[in-house]
């Protein structure tokens, strides 16, 4: 009975051995096709970097849609490490939007929305701790109301979004996302970042 007991011990070991060596070949096989479908390399296949895009109803090439009927989102993804990337929109009347920053793991790194910045309108430097250092000595009259974003990590995204509660608001949401930009910040040269 010892003898019984212990062989099928020693089978259940076995399988379970090599269904985890199963399991663990199939994941390995899977990565490179999961690992292309994250937020980063999405936003990355809209195009350019510090471009936004504007997002459909439906998902375009990239897989990337608007989840809400009654918020218009744009996406842009940007890349630090040559110097500090400034997000601005003017706002014409939207009734509300927000701001999302993003690392090139998706992770947040910054938030904001119309109640909370200067003026109602965004205006955001992204940069890295030496970049940031950098322009608050320098105190650039440009950045007076802008609002400094630190990211240790360079690359990565942002998500800006305006609200659409009624129909008659399309086209100023339309107008508020086309205008935005997202574009390195240059007020001198970049060899000193």
């Known amino acids: 009975m010892p003898r019984i ?11 379970g051995l090599i269904g985890a060596a199963l399991l663990h070949l199939v994941i390995v096989l899977l990565l490179p096709d999961f690992s292309e479908r994250d937020a980063y390399t999405r936003v990355l296949a809209e195009g350019e970097i510090h471009r936004f895009y504007r997002l459909g ?3 375009d090439r990239a897989g990337l849609s608007k989840d809400d009927p009654f918020v218009d989102a744009a996406v842009c993804a ?8 400034r997000l601005t929109a003017p706002n014409g009347g939207v009734p ?3 701001l999302a920053v993003y690392d090139q793991s998706s992770n947040e790194v910054f938030s904001i929305n119309d109640r909370t910045s200067a003026g109602g309108m965004p205006d955001v430097v992204i940069a890295t701790p030496v970049q940031l250092t950098t322009l608050r000595k320098a105190q650039p009259q440009a950045l007076s109301q802008s609002i400094l974003v630190e990211t240790t990590q360079a ?4 998500v800006l979004r305006s609200l659409t509660p009624q129909p008659s608001f399309a086209d100023i949401a339309s107008q508020f996302l086309s205008q935005a930009t997202c574009t390195p910040f240059e007020w001198r040269t970049r060899s000193r970042f």
């Not at 690359?155 to 942002?158: P, R, T």
């Open 155 to 158: 690359e990565g995204y942002m």
């Open 96 to 98: 509300f939007w927000s």
């Open 5 to 15: 007991f212990a062989l099928q011990v020693l089978f259940a070991v076995v399988t």
């Open 57 to 59: 109803e439906k998902p």
């Open 78 to 85: 940007f890349d630090v490490s040559e110097g500090p990337v």
